[in-house]
C-alpha cells in the first residue's frame, strides 16, 4: 500500500500512473488486436458487427461503473484520512451492491438483447453476429466487474502493480485465445465471431481466480482484512450519493455512442466498420491520459482525506504535462501514418478510406481529453461527481447528438458532419471543466477527513504518532451509530 500525502508529488504521480498506464494501453492494444483478428480472419460485416455491439454494452454496464468508481473515491479518502473500519466497511458493502445491480443486468440485457440491437438499426446483414457477440460479452460481465472491482480498491489504496500483473496475464491469455477460438483448433470447432467474444470472457475468468486466490492471500491488507458483510445503509446510501451521478455520466456517453452509431449506421457498413477502427485507436490514444486522471483520483482523494489541500494543484500540473505529452505523440502519429494504420485492420480499401477521414478529424480531440481527464481526475477525487454528471450530460448529449445530427443530414458533409460534431463537443467539455475547476467549489465535497487519530489497522506514517495508532470508531461526517 502507498501513502501519497508525502512525498515528491511528480516521482508518486509517475510511479503510480505508469502501471495503470501500462495497463490500460496494454487492454487497449488486445481490443486492436482483436479486430484485427475479427476483421481478417472473418471480414468487414464482423467487424461492423463488434462495433455495432459495443457501445451497447457500454451503456448497459455503465450502471455499475459509478458504484466501483465511488468505491474508489472512498478507498482513496478513507485510506487517507487512516479510517480503516469506515474503508473495510465500504469494501464489503460495494462488494454486496456491485453484485446484485450485475445480475440483474446480465439477465435483463439478455432478455431484450435482439429488440436493443434493433433500436440502434443494426443493418440486417449484421444482426446476427452482433446479437451472438453481445450475449456472450453480457453473459460474462460479471467477472469483468469483479476484476475491475479488486483493481479499483487496490489502487485507491495506492498499488497498480497488481492489477498490472493480473491484467497481463488476462489480456495475454485474451489474444492467445483470439484466433484459435476463430479459425477453430485441434477438437475445437471454427467459432467465428462468438469465438472472440468467448476468448475475453474466458480470459476474465482466469484473472479472477488468480486475484481470488492469489491477491487474498499475499496482500498485506487483505491477510488482516475481516470481511464483514453486514449491511450498512449508510455507507450504500453515500456510494449511491457518489456513484448515481458517475453512472449518469458514463450512461450519457454510452447514450451518446449509441445514438451516434445509430446515425453512423445510416451511411453503410463501410463508415461502421471504419468507425470501429477509428473507436478502437482513439481508446488507445486516451487511455494514457483517462489512466492518468484515474491515478489523480486516487492521490487526490488521499491527501483531501489527509487535509492536504495545498499538493492538489501540483498533482494536476504533473498531471497535465503527462498527459499532453502522451497526446501529442498519438496526434503526430495517427496524422503521419493514418493509412497504413487503417490497412492494419482491414483488407478492404473503402473501409480503410473512410477511417482516414475519421482520424484526419477526431485526432484533434486527443488534446482536448488529454486536459479534461487531467482536470476532472481532480474533482472526481474530491467527490464532486454531480457537477462532472452535469458537464458531461451539457457537452456530450444536448450539445454532441444534436449537432452530429444536424452537420450529416443538413449541410452536406454526411459522415464527416459526426466526426465534426465529436471535436467540437469534446472542446466545449474541457472548457466547462476548467472553467468549474477554478472556481473551487469542489474543494467543499470531500466526504472523509481524518478526524481525530488513526485506526489500528494503518500502516502509521513517519509523522504519525505511534501512540496514536490504535483502534478508534470511525463513522461517515454526520451519520450516526
Given amino acids: 500500500m502507498k501513502d501519497f500525502t508525502t512525498g515528491s508529488i511528480p516521482k508518486q504521480l509517475a510511479f503510480f500512473a505508469a502501471p495503470i498506464v501500462l495497463g490500460d494501453m496494454l487492454q487497449s ?49 478513507a485510506y487517507g484520512a487512516k479510517k480503516m473500519d469506515f474503508l473495510a466497511k465500504v469494501l464489503s458493502n460495494s462488494l454486496i451492491t456491485t453484485t446484485i445491480l450485475c445480475v440483474v443486468i446480465t439477465v435483463l440485457s439478455i432478455t431484450f438483447a435482439n429488440p436493443l440491437l434493433h433500436l440502434l438499426n443494426t443493418p440486417p446483414e449484421i444482426q446476427k453476429d452482433a446479437h451472438t457477440f453481445f450475449i456472450i460479452i453480457i453473459g460474462g460481465i460479471c467477472l469483468t466487474f469483479f ?11 495506492g498499488d497498480s ?16 485465445l483470439v484466433p484459435f477460438l476463430i479459425k477453430g483448433i485441434g477438437p475445437i470447432p471454427p467459432l467465428g465471431i462468438a469465438g472472440s467474444a468467448l476468448a475475453t470472457v474466458i480470459s476474465n475468468f482466469v484473472a479472477v481466480l488468480i486475484a481470488v486466490f492469489y491477491v487474498l492471500k499475499t496482500n498485506t491488507f487483505f491477510k488482516t482484512f475481516k470481511w464483514d458483510f453486514t449491511v ?15 453512472s449518469l455520466s458514463m450512461i450519457v456517453v454510452s447514450l451518446s455512442a449509441v445514438l451516434i452509431v445509430s446515425l453512423v449506421n445510416k451511411f453503410g457498413v463501410s463508415v461502421t466498420a471504419a468507425y470501429g477502427i477509428g473507436l478502437r485507436i482513439d481508446q488507445f490514444s486516451f487511455l494514457p491520459a483517462m489512466s492518468t486522471g484515474l491515478a489523480v483520483s486516487s492521490m487526490v482523494a488521499q491527501n483531501l482525506g489527509a487535509g492536504k489541500k495545498e499538493r492538489v494543484p501540483e498533482i494536476l500540473k504533473w498531471a497535465l504535462i503527462i498527459s499532453l505529452s502522451f497526446g501529442t505523440f498519438f496526434f503526430i502519429l495517427v496524422n503521419i501514418f493514418p493509412t497504413f494504420i487503417a490497412q492494419a485492420f482491414t483488407k478492404d480499401a473503402i473501409v480503410a478510406a473512410e477511417a482516414v477521414k475519421y482520424f484526419k478529424i477526431v485526432s484533434f480531440t486527443y488534446f482536448t481529453f488529454a486536459i479534461m481527464f487531467a482536470f476532472q481526475g481532480v474533482v472526481r477525487g474530491a467527490g464532486d461527481t454531480v457537477t462532472m454528471f452535469l458537464i458531461t ?3 456530450i448529449l444536448i450539445f454532441r447528438v444534436p449537432l452530429a445530427y444536424g452537420l450529416a443530414e443538413h449541410t452536406g458533409l454526411k459522415e464527416r458532419g459526426i466526426w465534426f460534431g465529436m471535436l467540437f463537443s469534446a472542446g466545449l467539455a474541457v472548457i466547462l471543466n476548467i472553467i468549474y475547476y477554478f472556481t473551487g467549489r469542489w474543494k467543499n465535497k470531500v466526504v472523509i477527513t481524518r478526524q481525530g487519530p488513526p485506526s489500528k489497522l494503518e500502516e502509521c506514517t513517519p509523522e504519525d504518532n505511534q501512540k496514536t495508532c490504535e483502534q478508534t470508531e470511525t463513522q461517515l461526517p454526520g451519520s450516526t451509530q
Fill in 147 to 157: 476484476f475491475n472491482w479488486f483493481s479499483g480498491v487496490l489502487r485507491g489504496m
Fill in 232 to 246: 450498512d445503509w449508510q455507507i450504500i446510501k453515500k456510494m449511491f450519493g457518489l456513484g448515481i451521478p458517475i
Fill in 393 to 395: 450530460a451539457f457537452s
Fill in 29 to 77: 492494444v488486445y481490443s486492436i488486436i482483436d479486430a484485427i483478428w475479427v476483421g481478417r480472419l472473418i471480414g468487414p460485416n464482423a467487424l461492423a458487427a463488434v462495433s455495432a455491439s459495443m457501445p451497447l454494452v457500454f451503456f448497459l454496464v455503465s450502471f455499475v461503473i459509478g458504484l466501483a468508481a465511488a468505491t474508489v473515491i472512498l478507498v482513496g479518502q
Fill in 161 to 176: 502493480k497488481t492489477p498490472l500483473m493480473l491484467l497481463s496475464i488476462s489480456v495475454g491469455l485474451n489474444i492467445i
